[in-house]
């Protein structure tokens, strides 16, 4: 990582810039991040999920699943 890191430095001119630029930028996008994860959940504290499965949908789900075997046993061979 460090040799990396050291390629892209040296194809800066003022490489003490490009590494402000670089901490700086990333701690402003983990601010994002972390924001969004934080309205994300208060959001979604007031979401309610469906927990009921329809007959058709278990029907759909036991078909999808025969097919992944079906297709997991042509893998295997």
């Known amino acids: 990582m460090q040799w990396e890191t050291w390629q892209i430095l040296s194809e800066e001119k003022n490489k003490t810039s490009a590494v402000c630029e670089a901490v700086c930028g990333y701690h402003k996008r983990k601010d994002l991040k972390d924001t969004l994860r934080e309205v ?10 469906p927990q009921d499965v329809k007959d058709d949908e278990r029907q759909d789900l036991a078909m999808d699943a025969g097919v992944l075997d079906f297709l997991q046993a042509l893998q295997n061979e």
Do not use: I
Request: charged share 40%.
């Open 40 to 49: 994300l959940r208060e959001e979604l504290k007031h979401v309610s999920v």
